[in-house]
C-alpha cells in the first residue's frame, strides 16, 4: 500500500503512514493528543484541523463553516491521508487535567463497631519460622505454610507464581521472621483457600496500617479513598478528572471511540488506569506509604467505564438490546487489572445490574441502606443517565433514563463542569429580573454548571420570564430578556463581568435540553412507582447520590419538575454513594456479600422498551409538570410570586 | 563507569560494555552463543576462546595448557574485560539438538477402564445459549452460566480476564451456539469453582480429540506426549535434548549459571520452554492440530529441573542444608508458565519430596505401583542421583545419593550420552581379550555410553583384565591392556575402526569414577534397608527406571554390584518412568491424588547427614563388594571365569 508523510506543525517529525489513515491517528503517531470529546463520531467538531498542503479526504464536516473548510479545516476523526499532507494544528482546548475545587474531600466515618478480625477479608500475621537445618529439610512454601497453620490454623494458601518465585529470598533476608499478608476470602471463591497477598521480611508492628483502597471510575471524576484496613479509617481522598475525557465525554461517546480498533481500546483502558494511578501515587505519598504496599482494592463505577477499564468490549451496552459482557466480575489481581500497587492486591470490582445501572447504583443502594429500611424510598444518581432505584427492604426496582448530559453543562451553551469559574446558583428579582449568582471559587463566571442550570431554570419559570413551555417573555422589561440566535435568552452574565469577556446567557435550545433532561428522570420515577402499582405520596424518603447531586438546591429542583414534590424532610443528600459503597464493600466481607445481593434482587426495567415511559416523558416536559396536581407547593409558589 | 569496545571475529558487529563484564555476557550480547556445560564454573574448559589484543583479567584458567594460555587463550566464563578487545572464537562443539534414536517412542496402553467422564478434570459441553433480546437483558457472562447451570449442573464458573473479555465476541461469532471446555476440579483447590479454560464458537463434535500433555523434563531429555483425554491414547510421542545443556551438563551446574543473575535465570527458563514448545509444535503437526487446543499439561523431572521452568531461584537446593524452594508447586496455567498453548490450559507440575528427589521420582513410584504393592519393592532411577525409593502399600524410604554423571557418560574420557555412534553393550573374549561391541545406529563408534560402560566394567572384572579394586593387570599377553597416561587402560576399539579415527579405551580414573557411582548406588540401597531393618533377601522387586535404565544389561549390573544380586526374576526395567506418571497423572484425578499421597507419605533419608552411609559406600567401593556374600552367582561366576 502506498504511504504518505504527513507533517504536523507541533510535531518534532513528520510521520509516514499507509493510505487511508485516520488524520487523528496520523496525529496520534506524530506523538500530538487531538481532543476528540465526541469518541471520533465527527460530531462536536472540536477535533479541526487545517491541511495547508496535499490530499486528504473527509466522509463528513459536520460542525464546520464554510469558512473554515473553504480555509482547508477539516476533522481529524472523520479524515483519512491520500498524500503527503502538512497539517497545522490550532492549539487544542485545554482539558482540565486537575480538579481544582476540594469539594471531594469530606470527613468520612468509620462503621461503627468496625472490627477487622470480623469483618476484613485481608489479614496480617507476623510469623516466626524454624529455619531449616540438616535434620528438617522441608522446603521454604511448606515451611511457611506450617508456620501459618500453627499461628492462624489457615493449613494451606495460594500463591502466585511471581510471589512464590521471591518466597525463599524473602524468608531468608527476615532471617525466618517474616510478615504474611493473606486474603481470607474471595468475593466469587469463598471456599477457596486464602492466598498469600504479600510477604514481607521482619516483623511489621500491629499499628501500621495496612493499605486498601475504595475508588469510584465516574465518566468525569475518579475518586480514590485511601484506607486503614486496620482501623477502618479513610486516611487520604483524592480525585482527578477520568483521563478518558479527551477520548470522548459521555459514555456513548467512549464506546464508539474505544469500539474502532484493539489499539483504542487499549488507549482508553491506559487513559483510566493512568488516572487511577496517579491517584494511588498521590493518595500514598499524603500518608507516606508505598502503593506497593496496597493489599486491596474495590473498585465502583458504571458498566461502561467497568468494561473499559478491564479491556472488555463494551460495543453491546450501546447497541440494541442493550447487554454488558459482564455484570458480576471475577475477583482480579491488581497485576491482572494493571495497577501499580502491589501486584498481588485483589482488586474486587463491584456488581452491576444492566448496561445503565452500573455498580455505581449498587454500590449506591448499598450505602443510602435503601435496601436495608422498611421506608419505601427513591434513590436517584442525578447525572446523564438519572439512574433510580425505588424500593426497600422487600424490594427493589431500577431504571436509567437516558437524561442526556444537559446537567453536566454539556448539550448547553455556556454550560460547564462545576470548577473554578462556574455559577452553581442562581437568583432573580421578580420585579427588576436582575440576577445575583454564586461562583465556584468566588472569581468572575466562565459558565454555568449543573446546579447552577436547574437554580436559574426555577429562578426563570417562577418570575415569569420564562413560562412552562420554556417559551421566553420577550416582552419584559429587561435587557437581559433578549431575542438570540435560535430564539429568546437570558443573560445571566454580561461581558464586561465575565473571565472571558462574552456574555453567560441561557437560550431557548438550553431550557428544551434542560427539560428533555428533567422530563426524563421524572417519567423514570413515575414508570417505576407505576410498576410496582404504589402512589408517589407514599414514598418516605427521597436519596440523592452522586456528587453532582450534593449540591442542587431542592426547592429550585422541585420547583422545574426533576424531583418530586414532598416534604422537605424526605429529602437527603448523599454526595459520593458510589465510593461510600465501594468503601463499605472494601471494609466488611457482610457488606459485599449485601452489595451482591443488591445487584441481584434490583429488578430492571427498561424504558426504552415500556411503553408507560413516553407518556410520562411528554407530560413531564413541562414546568414544573402537565399534572400540576403532583406539584402542590410550586403551584402555590406560582401563585405567590405570579 | 568506563565502557570498553568487544570485537569478536564471528560477531556481525562489536559490543560496547562496561569494565567488569564477563567475556561470556559480552558474546551472549554479540549474538554468539558460547558453551558452558559446567555452568561457567571455569571447570570444563570448553568456554575458551583466544584473546588476540586488549585488556582481560581472568581469575582461572583451568583446564588450558601453558601453551594455550600462552597463545592467549582465556576461558569466557572466568575472564572480564578491562580493555577494548578483540577476540577470536573457535568453532564451538557442536551440541547435538536432535535426538537421534526413535527410543523414545513406545506403545503405551491405555489404563484399564478409563472413563473421562468419572477421571478427567477435564470437560468439554456443547451449549446452545437464547439471545439476548429487549425482554432478556442478560449481561453475556451469566448467559453462559445460566446454560451450564442447565445442560451440566454446574452453577458458577471461574475465567481469567483475557478470556472474558473475548467471551462476547465468541458468543456472536457462534451465534450463540458454543463449546466450552472446563477444568471441573484443580489440584490445589477441590473446592473452587470450576475454570473456563475454552470457549469455542459452535458445536465441537463429541468424536474430536480434546488434547492433554504430559511431559518429562530431564536433565538431558525433555520427553511429551501429547494425549487425548476423550479416548486417553496418546497420540504423539516427541523427546529433545534440554536445550539448558549448553549452559550445564548436569544440575549444580545449572544451578550455578541460574544463579548468576536474573538475565541467566531467564535465560536457563527460556532455553527449556524454547525446548518444550518445540515440542508441542512437533506433537501437534503430528496429529494436525494445533497448540492452543491443548486443555491440560502435567509435567514431571526432578526439583532442579522444576524451579529452573518456573524462574524460582533454586540456589538453596545446591547449598547445604539443601532445601527446595518448593515441593507442592500450585496449579498453574500456560500463560503464567510460558507455553505456547492454550494460555488458560491448566498445567499441573507433580510434587516433588527433596531437592535431589523430585517429582519424577513421585511419578515414577506412581507408574511403578511401588506405592500400590504388597511386595517390598525396591525403585531406583539409574543417573545422576540415582534416586531409589524402598516401600511398599505400607510405607516408603526414599533417598538420592550423588553417583555422578560417569553413568551418563560424562566425567569418562570416551563416555558420551546414548545417541548414535556410542557403544552400548560389549563382551570380552576371556582368553584373547578381545572385545565385541554393539554401537548404537550400527555405524562407527565414537565413544561409550553409560550401558556400554556397565558391561565394558563387567567384562573387565570377570575377564581379570581388572581386579576388585579396579586395578589394571597390565602384564596380559594383549596389546589391548596398556600403561596409558594416568595408569592402566584398556582399547575398546582401535583408532582405524573409529569415527574420530582415536583409539577409544577406558581408563584407570574411569574406572575410579564409575566405581565411585555404582558404590554410591549400591550403598544408598544398603542405607534405605537399614534404616527399616530389613534384610536385602527380603526385597521382593526390584524396579529399574529412567530411560536409561531400560539399557543395562541386569546381569552385568549385578556382576560390578550396581544391583543386588538377586533372582532375576525380581528385575524389570520400566523405561521413562517418569512422564507414565505424568501420563497417568494427567488422564485421572484419582491417580493425581495418589500421587500427592506418595509425596507426602515417602520418608527422605539425606544420605550425607547419615553415618552409616560412608562405610557402606567404602564397602561397595569394590567389585562387585567387599562382601562378597552378598553376591553369591557373581562370586561364582569369577569361580567360573577364574
Redesign the interface.
Known amino acids: 500500500m502506498a504511504e504518505h508523510t504527513v507533517t504536523f506543525d507541533i510535531a518534532d517529525e513528520p510521520v509516514v503512514v499507509p493510505t487511508g489513515t485516520m488524520l487523528a491517528e496520523a496525529a496520534r503517531l506524530a506523538g500530538i493528543d487531538i481532543m476528540q470529546p465526541c469518541g471520533g463520531q465527527g460530531r462536536c467538531g472540536r477535533c479541526a484541523v487545517q491541511v495547508t498542503s496535499g490530499s486528504a479526504r473527509s466522509r463528513s464536516a459536520q460542525r464546520l463553516s464554510p469558512e473554515a473548510i473553504e480555509q482547508g479545516f477539516v476533522l481529524a476523526c472523520q479524515t483519512v491521508v491520500e498524500g503527503d499532507l502538512t497539517v497545522v494544528v490550532p492549539p487544542q482546548e485545554k482539558v482540565e487535567r486537575r480538579l481544582t475545587t476540594d469539594r471531594v474531600a469530606a470527613e468520612i466515618a468509620v462503621p461503627v463497631g468496625y472490627d477487622p478480625h470480623s469483618a476484613q477479608t485481608i489479614r496480617r500475621f507476623s510469623l516466626m519460622l524454624s529455619p531449616?537445618?540438616?535434620?528438617?529439610?522441608?522446603?521454604?512454601?511448606?515451611r511457611l505454610e506450617t508456620a501459618l497453620r500453627q499461628e492462624a490454623d489457615i493449613p494451606?494458601l495460594?500463591?502466585?507464581?511471581p510471589l512464590?518465585?521471591r518466597?525463599?529470598?524473602i524468608l531468608r533476608e527476615g532471617e525466618w521472621q517474616v510478615t504474611a499478608v493473606l486474603d481470607t476470602e474471595t468475593w466469587?471463591?469463598e471456599?477457596?483457600?486464602p492466598r498469600l497477598v504479600d510477604l514481607i521480611p521482619g516483623r511489621v508492628p500491629h499499628t501500621m496500617p495496612l493499605w486498601g483502597a475504595a475508588i469510584d471510575i465516574g465518566t468525569t471524576t475518579v475518586s480514590l479513598w485511601l484506607v486503614d484496613l486496620i482501623t477502618g479509617k479513610v486516611e487520604a481522598q483524592v480525585a482527578e478528572y477520568n483521563g478518558q475525557i479527551a477520548r470522548g465525554e459521555d459514555v456513548i461517546s467512549r464506546i464508539i471511540y474505544a469500539g474502532k480498533s484493539d489499539d483504542n481500546s487499549r488507549e482508553m483502558r491506559e487513559l483510566v488506569l493512568g488516572t487511577i494511578n496517579e491517584l494511588f501515587e498521590k493518595a500514598c505519598k499524603r500518608v507516606k506509604a508505598s502503593p506497593a504496599e496496597v493489599a486491596k482494592v474495590t473498585i465502583s463505577g458504571n458498566s461502561t467505564m467497568m468494561h473499559l477499564l478491564?479491556?472488555?468490549?463494551a460495543e453491546?451496552i450501546r447497541l440494541?438490546?442493550?447487554?454488558?459482557?459482564?455484570?458480576?466480575?471475577?475477583t482480579?489481581s491488581a497485576g491482572?487489572?494493571g495497577l501499580d500497587i502491589n501486584p498481588e492486591a485483589t482488586v474486587d470490582c463491584l456488581p452491576g445490574v444492566?448496561?445503565y445501572v452500573g455498580a455505581d447504583i449498587s454500590a449506591g443502594v448499598l450505602s443510602s441502606g435503601t435496601d436495608d429500611t422498611d421506608a419505601i424510598t427513591l434513590f436517584i444518581d442525578v447525572g446523564t443517565n438519572g439512574e433510580t432505584v425505588l424500593g426497600s427492604r422487600e424490594w427493589l426496582v431500577t431504571c436509567a433514563c437516558s437524561a442526556g448530559p444537559a446537567f453536566e453543562g454539556a448539550g448547553v451553551r455556556d454550560g460547564m463542569r462545576a470548577t473554578v469559574g462556574a455559577i452553581e446558583e442562581v437568583w432573580v428579582n421578580a420585579n427588576t429580573f436582575e440576577p445575583t449568582y454564586r461562583v465556584i471559587g468566588g472569581k468572575q463566571p466562565r459558565g454555568i454548571c449543573g446546579s447552577g442550570l436547574i437554580s436559574l431554570l426555577g429562578e426563570l419559570f417562577l418570575t415569569g420570564i420564562i413560562d412552562k413551555g420554556g417559551n421566553f417573555n420577550v416582552d419584559l422589561d429587561t435587557p437581559r430578556v433578549r431575542e438570540g440566535e435560535h430564539g429568546g435568552e437570558y443573560v445571566v452574565a454580561w461581558g464586561d463581568g465575565t473571565e472571558h469577556g462574552r456574555d453567560i446567557a441561557i437560550t431557548r435550545v438550553d431550557v428544551d435540553n434542560l427539560l428533555r433532561a428533567k422530563a426524563a428522570i421524572y417519567a423514570g420515577f413515575t414508570v417505576l412507582a407505576d410498576s410496582v402499582g404504589i402512589p408517589f405520596e407514599t414514598i418516605e424518603q427521597m436519596l440523592v447520590g452522586g456528587s453532582f447531586g450534593k449540591y442542587i438546591n431542592i426547592e429550585k429542583a422541585v420547583d422545574i419538575g426533576l424531583l418530586p414534590d414532598m416534604p422537605w424532610d424526605h429529602f437527603q443528600f448523599l454526595g459520593n454513594t458510589s465510593i461510600k459503597g465501594a468503601y463499605l464493600a472494601l471494609l466488611d466481607k457482610r457488606s459485599r456479600r449485601r452489595i451482591r445481593d443488591i445487584a441481584t434482587r434490583m429488578t430492571?426495567i427498561?424504558l426504552?422498551?415500556d411503553n408507560t415511559f413516553y407518556d410520562a416523558f411528554m407530560s413531564a416536559l413541562f414546568l414544573p409538570h402537565t399534572d400540576l396536581s403532583r406539584f402542590p407547593s410550586v403551584s402555590e409558589a406560582m401563585t405567590t410570586k405570579g
Open positions: 531449616p537445618d540438616m535434620a528438617d529439610q522441608t522446603d521454604d512454601w511448606s494451606r495460594r500463591v502466585s507464581l512464590l518465585q518466597v525463599g529470598a466469587d471463591c471456599r477457596c483457600l478491564l479491556g472488555i468490549p453491546n440494541s438490546p442493550f447487554v454488558t459482557a459482564v455484570n458480576q466480575i471475577p482480579l491482572e487489572v444492566a448496561s430492571y427498561e426504552s422498551a
